[in-house]
């Protein structure tokens, strides 16, 4: 089955710096690619997603690129601010319902 | 109300108790979700259902049995749980088709399992 791993852990940036959180995912055979954002005590929204055939997503600060080579997908946000600050989730499925999640980033952005 | 709503919010229980979480979606999806939210493991899929049918259960332990009456409301009745099992229920829907993927997740149940 799919495995999902996602790093790093935990990353802080200055507020203004850009953030970036990769995952690497195993089966090839995924096609779907969404990050969700989830606040202290809140729950998980989901911030931009990608399909297979699309190499790379923009959505203002937020981006997102996969490469289907290595099998590996990316988030890139931009001018960070201290609102980013929340766990990311990254995850991959065939489809749209099987999602296998990664563990998480912690983001602190500080002012 | 409005989205996905979840109750009880908290919940402290025996191992012997027998309790139900319950979810309800006001957002005319036709899909629902079981998911299980432990410290620093990833986000694990319980229970898919499509149409009130169970269409994906992850190898989950018999003492978590789901129940689904119809396309807004969704139940995981909980038996015989082990401190293990202590963790956030999240329940998600979503617009099953071939457009979007997007779950909309409920603020979860905290389970204690004493």
């Known amino acids: 089955g799919e495995n999902v791993e996602q790093h790093p852990s935990t990353l802080s940036v200055q507020e203004g710096d850009s953030a970036v959180i990769k995952c690497t995912y195993s089966?090839?055979?995924?096609?779907?690619f969404p990050w969700y954002k989830q606040e202290l005590g809140k729950r998980p929204q989901l911030i931009i997603d990608?399909?297979?055939?699309?190499g790379e997503k923009k959505d203002q600060r937020i981006a997102v690129t996969l490469n289907k080579t290595a099998k590996h997908f990316s988030l890139h946000i931009t001018e960070t601010q201290p609102e980013d600050s929340a766990v990311y989730f990254c995850?991959?499925?065939?489809?749209?319902?099987?999602?296998?999640f990664g563990t998480g980033t912690r983001l602190l952005v500080s002012p | 109300e409005t989205g996905v709503t979840q109750t009880p919010r908290h919940l402290v229980m025996g191992m012997t108790n027998k309790k139900s979480l319950k979810c309800e979606q006001h957002?005319?999806?036709?899909?629902m979700y079981w998911y299980k939210q432990s410290a620093k493991k990833p986000l694990e899929l319980m229970f898919v259902?499509?149409?009130?049918?169970?269409?994906e259960n992850n190898s989950v332990p018999s003492r978590f049995s789901p129940e689904c009456p119809n396309s807004s409301h969704l139940f995981l009745h909980l038996h015989t749980l082990q401190p293990e099992d202590s963790a956030l229920y999240l329940c998600?829907?979503?617009?099953?088709?071939?457009?979007?993927?997007?779950?909309?997740f409920g603020e979860g149940s905290r389970l204690t399992v004493l």
């Open positions: 998600a829907s979503s617009q099953a088709d071939l457009y979007t993927g997007e779950l909309f």
């Open positions: 089966d090839s055979a995924s096609n779907y």
């Open positions: 990608i399909r297979s055939n699309v």
């Open positions: 995850a991959a499925s065939k489809g749209f319902q099987k999602l296998v």
């Open positions: 957002l005319g999806h036709n899909a």
């Open positions: 259902y499509n149409f009130k049918e169970q269409t």
